[in-house]
């Protein structure tokens, strides 16, 4: 039995004014006193696509696929803040995308047609640009976080580049995930 690689295709966060802006506002959040798991700066990412388990094999032919991907280097405007599944029952605190969002969903239109032919089910929950930067663990100060979440809900993060499509894998460890790049497509642009 090959070793199952849990993984996914994103766009990492490399800006570090941007993960400082980031930052900045997780120690908001947690200063509302809501039990949070806050996302570490270098786990930053737009996901594009949750592959979930993969085998060693599949990785080559994955890349194949996000080779074929046409794009160039765009600028992704990080701004806004709010969660799933809804503002009155946040259990995923994110980072909206204002600016290069259009971009994001035309590459994920690109990728699922041939993830589809290698045997991946469509995502149940569809394609939303978004960063996440933290999970909520339980009900704890969750009014104290929602008026939080609202009185922020236009915060400005400032711009990335996303130039570089990266299938990740993500190792769970009782600390919180490690993730590694597999492979990287950077097109010029």
């Not at 590459?107 to 149940?124: K, N, Y």
């Not at 929602?146 to 570089?164: D, P, R």
Request: aromatic share 8%; with cysteine; glycine share 8%.
């Amino acid at each position: 039995m090959p070793e199952a690689i849990r993984s996914f295709i994103a766009f990492d966060i490399e800006d570090s004014g941007v993960l400082e802006n980031i930052t900045k506002m997780q120690k908001i959040l947690a200063g509302t006193g809501a039990d949070l798991k806050l996302v570490e700066p270098q786990n930053i990412h737009i996901t594009l696509r949750f592959l979930g388990n993969i085998t060693p094999a599949m990785v080559d032919k994955i890349y194949e696929g996000m080779r074929k991907v046409q794009f160039t280097p765009f600028n992704v405007k990080i701004q806004g803040l709010g969660s799933f599944p809804s503002q009155r029952n946040p259990r995923v605190v994110w980072a909206g995308i204002r600016e290069g969002s259009v971009q994001l969903r035309g590459i994920f239109e690109q990728l699922e047609p041939f993830l589809r032919s290698l045997g991946f089910a469509p995502d149940p929950k569809g394609f939303s640009p978004h960063l996440t930067i933290a999970r909520v663990r339980s009900g704890r100060n969750k009014a104290q976080l929602i008026k939080c979440l609202m009185e922020n809900a236009n915060f400005e993060f400032g711009t990335v580049k996303a130039n570089c499509l990266r299938l990740k894998k993500s190792d769970l460890t009782p600390k919180g995930p490690v993730y590694t790049t597999l492979r990287e497509y950077c097109p010029q642009g």
